[in-house]
């Protein structure tokens, strides 16, 4: 039997097809366009670059380009967006599709570098702070890698853990200050062995290796490879299976008087596969509210390295505040890109080092800190890594070579 098509149903059936192969077409290629999160506006603002989105985003990276004279930044599963408002020390901006991302470039008037930066609360904004750079400086920052933001409050997107652990958290209690150790001439240290007491931290789930054990013995063995220098003052948080509350903990290095904080952790994740170690410095973006909570306190006597607030009004208090923890960022920042430097012939690190957040242990306004994330006590190599000898050595020769850098250039400053 031979079929006969009249001309209206063969235009209707020929349009079902294409918009079927259309549709598969689509879904083979690449994301819809309605799942995609685009990007709003970048405008800058006050030596800022502000990013906003429709939705929200989880992570992304920035760095140098130095040949270029360009700052780019990389953001995953976003799609480019249309408002754009360059000025100041940004000449243009381009958007470029990438994957299932997109880059922006950002074209310089003149040399600048990301000084700090991270995303608001919600996940939907990015702010990206620049700062003007000598020539030296700028070629330095191409050289260091990307910087990575992450905005850390994921909800459901995260992979759920293994295992689950409930505790009390006591109320903090202003304990004695620990003993430091050291010539008195010499610039002091405080290390913080993350977790402890009821709050073990993460957990091994094949082997029950807990962070809480982990970090101190990375601790001590940093305190013993400073302390051989001869050249800084060191002091432990905790040298015991003891509780702190966050405050508490950068509360006891500022009441040291400390010239460096360095808080030791273990990362860990849902899966195995994550490794590697990195470390992480203040957001600025996130640090006003602690600030305005320190300039607000009733006592506001030697908030900032001595100089007495107790006189001055609460936007006194802020910008004074602000403009020391600035200060501090770029100390803390400095840091870490030398503790990347020298742990990297040493240690398993990811390849983005240098992150930064808004973490409560970070926030201290005038003393240098960091959290160095060791490797993950999640990944099998990484925690036989971690809780070996040879494992303990390498980190704290890292640890200690990037201080006597740090110290040996602040000297050199004077």
């Not at 502000?50 to 929200?56: C, K, L, N, Y």
């Not at 990301?114 to 620049?130: K, Y």
């Not at 933001?149 to 004695?176: E, H, L, N, Q």
């Not at 240290?189 to 402890?196: M, Y």
């Amino acid at each position: 039997m031979a079929f006969r098509w009249t001309r209206a149903p063969f235009a209707r059936q020929g349009r079902r097809v294409f918009a079927l192969f259309a549709l598969i077409a689509g879904w083979c290629t690449s994301v819809p366009a309605w799942a995609e999160t685009a990007i709003r506006s970048i405008a800058v603002q006050d030596g800022r670059i502000v990013i906003r989105f429709d939705g929200r985003i989880a992570a992304a990276t920035g760095e140098v380009l130095e040949r270029s004279r360009q700052i780019a930044v990389d953001i995953a599963d976003a799609a480019p967006g249309a408002r754009v408002a360059a000025g100041g020390p940004i000449r243009g901006v381009r958007q470029i599709r990438s994957g299932t991302g997109t880059r922006l470039l950002f074209d310089l008037a003149a040399p600048a570098v990301i000084g700090d930066g991270g995303f608001d609360a919600d996940g939907r904004g990015l702010t990206l702070s620049l700062e003007p750079a000598s020539a030296a400086r700028f070629a330095a920052a191409g050289l260091a890698g990307p910087l990575s933001f992450m905005a850390f409050d994921f909800g459901d997107w995260t992979a759920k853990p293994r295992y689950k652990v409930s505790i009390p958290v006591p109320p903090p209690a202003r304990a004695a200050l620990p003993k430091v150790r050291g010539d008195d001439s010499r610039p002091l240290v405080v290390i913080d062995a993350g977790h402890g007491g009821v709050d073990p931290g993460a957990i091994n789930p094949t082997t029950g290796l807990r962070e809480k054990d982990v970090t101190l013995r990375i601790a001590r063995a940093i305190r013993d490879d400073l302390l051989a220098t001869g050249r800084v003052r060191v002091a432990l948080t905790r040298d015991d299976d003891r509780y702190l509350v966050l405050r508490e903990r950068y509360g006891i290095a500022r009441r040291l008087k400390a010239n460096l904080f360095i808080s030791i952790h273990c990362d860990s994740v849902g899966s195995e596969e994550a490794s590697g170690a990195s470390v992480y410095t203040l957001s600025e973006v996130a640090s006003d509210k602690e600030a305005a909570r320190l300039a607000t306190r009733e006592n506001k006597a030697d908030v900032i390295s001595g100089v007495n607030l107790g006189d001055a009004g609460a936007d006194v208090s802020s910008i004074l505040i602000d403009l020391t923890q600035r200060e501090t960022m770029n100390s803390s920042a400095s840091f870490a890109r030398l503790l990347g430097r020298e742990a990297k012939p040493l240690i398993p690190t990811k390849p983005v080092f240098h992150r930064m957040a808004s973490l409560m242990v970070l926030k201290a306004p005038d003393m240098p800190s960091i959290l160095f994330e060791t490797g993950y006590i999640s990944n099998p190599g990484d925690a036989a890594f971690l809780d070996s000898r040879e494992g303990r050595e390498r980190i704290a020769e890292s640890v200690t070579k990037a201080v006597e850098v740090h110290f040996a250039r602040q000297l050199a400053s004077r």
